[in-house]
């Protein structure tokens, strides 16, 4: 036990040590390895014989050594970035103490904390009456958003299974394809997803919404359910939740607001108006792990009407766990997992920490930086912003050069390991897609973005055009 203890503190102090590297200006994002590399550098093999306590900790630092730094302030490669200090204590406290949400028995602290997030978060939203639950992701909220709304439209298909569908979902044509996945497990099929078109600033277009719901009811199928996306995945838009709520309620359909990127523009005092309408809303997608920086993952389903997920979620038989009293606090009926971790904790630290007004200056940040951006790729001849300023993502090209090249230099940045970001094929070009999603980096970090994208350029072309 005593050689234990000792492991975990050598353990911990590694991790000091990364957090420190991670603010190094030398330190890479990424050491690129193929995985013949890293299966030379780590012996990735159970044995029958288990490691002593120096190995363990030596395969710990191994790991430290070859993941990417999502915490390093030049990686934009995905929409989670950073690394905030209170997330991370809520994360170690959770494997720590390692218990279960699903009663209050076992989880009690954890479960007042989820009740008090689900709340705030609710009344952030305008739902009077709201409730929710933390999921593993925003694509499992989605998921639930729809099984919910389901459950609502079709009450009997939770008994008796899908007889013959006929409901159909509208999304727009750059919403998240976790809708797909979700279409997929509850038996609703793919095909009857109908993707609106979006507008040249990526938001669905109200008026074709409204021509395929009259089309779907012509052909005597059942519309039930529309996807709104609040900071779509690729160019961040916001789609026009208030005119499509308009609709959501004239035609009687289930409004779901993907916000699991965009949601948090709420926190914003000066960009909430991005998700204006979204209190009209029957469900939002909501992920902390994203722009509010906690570790993944911790993403929240939140509904308008009380009563409709648990409805929606709940089954006979769990008499072994669920004693029900009168006021009960078990959380676990209104979810679909049994196991289930404590997500709410690491969000409830940070938000204890920053507060309301750190939060609203943190988002507001962020979308300032994400100007900045904007402003350095329009002065810079050779480059091309391919979409208008959403709210975070900026995709932006080498105007004089082909996709090939494009794509080379993508490749030669991720090769140096200074810079990580992404790319994305819009409308049929190669574009880095840069997502900004790190409050705390600044400035000076963008320029040093622009300045590894460029040495990339040069490696690849030389001082010419490619
Ligand atoms: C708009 C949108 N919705 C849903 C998701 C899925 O979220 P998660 O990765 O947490 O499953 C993403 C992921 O990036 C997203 O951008």
Not at 202 to 216: A, N
Not at 382 to 390: D, R
Not at 432 to 458: M, Q
Request: aromatic share 10%.
């Amino acid at each position: 036990m005593k050689k234990e203890k000792q492991m975990l503190s050598d353990v911990f102090s590694l991790i000091s040590k990364y957090i420190e590297e991670n603010e190094d200006e030398k330190t890479l994002v990424i050491k690129n390895k193929t995985p013949k590399d890293l299966r030379d550098e780590i012996d990735f093999g159970i044995k029958k014989e288990g490691v002593s306590e120096e190995e363990l900790v030596n395969l710990a630092d191994k790991y430290l050594k070859y993941s990417v730094r999502t915490g390093h302030s030049q990686f934009a490669n995905q929409l989670f970035q950073g690394f905030t200090y209170p997330g991370v204590i809520g994360e170690i406290l959770t494997a720590t103490t390692n218990t279960s949400m699903y009663t209050y028995e076992v989880a009690p602290v954890a479960t007042l904390i989820e009740i008090e997030l689900i709340s705030k978060m609710n009344c952030y939203l305008g739902f009077k009456n709201g409730e929710g639950t933390f999921v593993p992701g925003g694509s499992y909220s989605n998921m639930i958003a729809v099984l919910s709304a389901r459950n609502k439209f079709r009450p009997d298909i939770k008994k008796k299974g899908i007889q013959n569908n006929d409901l159909v979902m509208f999304i727009s044509d750059q919403a998240h394809y976790s809708f797909r996945k979700a279409a997929n497990m509850l038996g609703i099929g793919v095909e009857n997803i109908i993707n609106i078109p979006s507008d040249k600033d990526g938001r669905m277009i109200p008026d074709k919404l409204e021509k395929e719901i009259e089309k779907v009811i012509s052909e005597g199928r059942l519309p039930f359910f529309v996807g709104a996306t609040a900071g779509t995945t690729v160019t961040g838009s916001f789609d026009p939740i208030t005119k499509i709520s308009e609709l959501s309620r004239k035609y009687k359909l289930w409004l779901h607001v993907d916000g699991a990127l965009g949601a948090s523009a709420i926190l914003s005092k000066k960009y909430k108006h991005l998700v204006e309408g979204i209190d009209r809303a029957d469900s939002v997608t909501w992920n902390p792990h994203k722009m509010m920086g906690i570790p993944l993952s911790c993403s929240v389903i939140l509904i308008k009407e009380r009563g409709l997920l648990e409805n929606a979620c709940s089954v006979d038989h769990g008499s072994y766990l669920f004693h029900h009293s009168e006021e009960s606090y078990d959380l676990g009926q209104k979810s679909l997992q049994c196991g289930r971790r404590v997500d709410s904790l690491k969000l409830w630290l940070a938000w204890k920490y920053f507060g309301e007004e750190g939060y609203d200056a943190r988002i507001t940040k962020l979308f300032e930086l994400a100007n900045y951006a904007q402003t350095k790729i329009q002065e810079k001849e050779e480059l091309e912003l391919l979409f208008p300023l959403q709210s975070l993502n900026l995709c932006f090209r080498f105007k004089e050069s082909s996709n090939e090249i494009n794509l080379r230099i993508h490749n030669q940045l991720l090769k140096s390991g200074k810079s990580m970001v992404n790319y994305a094929k819009i409308e049929g070009k190669i574009s880095f897609r840069l997502a900004l999603i790190n409050p705390d980096i600044d400035e000076k970090d963008i320029d040093t973005f622009f300045e590894n994208v460029y040495e990339a350029k040069e490696t690849i072309c030389g001082n010419a055009n490619g």
